[in-house]
């Protein structure tokens, strides 16, 4: 999941690395029905969407 997200130089993986977790603890289990993080906790978390984001992150929104 890590090598779909980074950029070809694959200096920029720890910046994607926030986005990656949530993505995969909010995937549904094909064998629980469950994603990881509503077994840990019994809830489903706010969207990453909430969160404020800083320059850094619009502006690499912005460039795409």
């Known amino acids: 999941m890590i090598r779909n997200c980074v ?3 694959q200096k920029d993986w720890v910046t994607r690395l926030p986005g990656i977790e949530y993505a995969n603890n ?9 994603s990881p993080f509503f077994l840990n906790t019994g809830r489903t978390p706010r969207s990453m969407l909430w969160d404020s984001p800083t320059d ?9």
Request: aromatic share 4%; glycine share 10%; charged share 25%.
């Open 7 to 9: 950029s070809l130089d």
């Open 26 to 34: 909010m995937a549904r289990s094909d064998s629980t029905g469950y």
């Open 56 to 64: 850094k992150t619009i502006v690499s929104l912005l460039r795409g």
